[in-house]
């Protein structure tokens, strides 16, 4: 059961260090459609909306990483405690 856990937890670890890497990707790719564009200019008026997307796109990999952090977490707490339990409730039974 343990390898089990362990495998899970590995997966939800990568999955959030995945969601991460995306959001950071999308932070990029809105400075890079701006970049060398003057303030003022129509083409920044029609690459607005893209850059809005891409920030939106950035906020929702972060908040699906953070998910999938805190699952990781879980389940390295039940790694770490579910054998201190198992001993305890050995013990109360014997």
Same mark, same amino acid.
């Given at each position: 059961?343990?390898?089990?856990?362990?495998?899970?937890?590995?997966?939800?670890?990568?999955?959030?260090?995945?969601?991460?890497?995306?959001?950071?990707?999308?932070?990029?790719?809105?400075?890079?459609?701006?970049? &060398?564009?003057?303030? /003022?200019?129509?083409?920044? =008026?029609?690459?607005?909306? *893209?850059?809005? #997307?891409? +920030?939106? %796109?950035?906020?929702?990999?972060?908040?699906? &990483?953070?998910?999938? /952090?805190?699952?990781?977490? =879980?389940?390295?707490?039940? *790694?770490?405690? #579910?054998? +201190?339990? %198992?001993?305890?409730?050995?013990?109360?039974?014997?």
């Amino acid at each position: 059961m343990n390898n089990r856990f362990s495998m899970l937890a590995a997966i939800f670890g990568g999955g959030a260090y995945a969601c991460q890497a995306m959001a950071g990707l999308f932070r990029f790719l809105a400075a890079l459609t701006l970049r &060398g564009v003057p303030r /003022l200019d129509f083409f920044r =008026v029609v690459l607005q909306p *893209l850059v809005d #997307r891409f +920030a939106e %796109l950035r906020d929702q990999a972060q908040s699906t &990483g953070l998910v999938f /952090l805190l699952v990781y977490c =879980v389940l390295i707490a039940l *790694l770490a405690i #579910r054998p +201190a339990l %198992l001993k305890a409730s050995l013990r109360v039974t014997a």
